[in-house]
């Protein structure tokens, strides 16, 4: 590639592509988690992955107060979730719900990346 072509490469405008969002969440979700945080010390949720269950992997939940180097920061409605570096990935382009019925309250993960899942649910594999 000659100097011209590349000065001329290098001065084109980038194209710039919407960035995919690492995880959503859904009202009930942030109204669960608005619930959940809220309190004299300010505390956020930091969802994470952990190798557990049938098909090797299961969602971890932890309440923290701080946000580790590298962790993704999600704000939505007021509500701000910490995703763990070592869970990107896997949890790239997840919906985030919680979900109540008559036997169980839980956050639920609608993730596009899974390709498999165990019979209750509880573990997957990407």
């Known amino acids: 590639m000659s100097l011209a072509a590349k000065v001329v490469k290098a001065a084109a405008p980038k194209i710039l592509r919407p960035r995919k969002a690492v995880l959503t969440l859904t009202p009930a979700a942030v109204s669960r988690l608005r619930a959940l945080t809220d309190g004299p010390e300010p505390k956020v949720v930091r969802v994470g992955i952990r190798t557990k269950g049938c098909s090797g992997q299961q969602y971890d939940l932890q309440y923290t107060t701080k946000k580790e180097k590298f962790d993704e920061e999600i704000k939505q409605d007021g509500v701000t979730v910490l995703v763990d570096n070592k869970a990107l990935l896997s949890v790239l382009g997840s919906e985030m719900d919680y979900v109540e019925d008559k036997l169980s309250a ?21």
């Open 106 to 126: 839980q956050f639920v993960f609608n993730n596009p990346n899974v390709k498999e899942s165990c019979g209750c649910g509880m573990s997957f594999m990407t």
